[in-house]
């Protein structure tokens, strides 16, 4: 069973930075492609970044220049470092997984929310 599990979130001024991480857990060697997506009230989830097992990145348009995804030495976890928050950055960001297999696994989310 793989689980993946975040941390990192919570409250934060416009302007602010936060840095979410996530762990993959369980019977896996690496997962291929790993990253995060966000949902915010009444939204439908929407892909942020993501990164490859070769650190190939990718950025949603809207986060470009602001975030930064990275993974750690060990390949299954993964990092997202948030600068320049703004106000519609406010979601609950959720990690992604895709495994050598190509299943996809998710991890339970966690609030970001920018605000005075």
């Known amino acids: 069973q793989v689980q993946l599990v975040e941390s990192g979130g919570g409250l934060v001024q416009p302007g602010g930075s936060l840095k979410l991480s996530c762990a993959a857990s369980?019977?896996?060697?690496?997962?291929?492609?790993m990253g995060w997506f966000r949902q915010a009230p009444g939204k439908q989830r929407e892909w942020v970044a993501t990164?490859?097992?070769?650190?190939?990145?990718n950025y949603a348009d809207s986060v470009r220049g602001r975030f930064t995804v990275s993974r750690g030495n060990g390949k299954n976890t993964v990092y997202l470092q948030m600068n320049s928050l703004e106000p519609e950055d406010t979601a609950v960001y959720y990690c992604?997984?895709?495994?050598?297999?190509?299943?996809?696994?998710w991890g339970q989310g966690t609030q970001v929310t920018v605000s005075s």
């Open positions: 992604y997984g895709n495994s050598p297999s190509r299943l996809d696994y």
């Open positions: 990164i490859t097992f070769g650190n190939r990145t």
């Open positions: 369980g019977t896996i060697l690496s997962m291929s492609v």
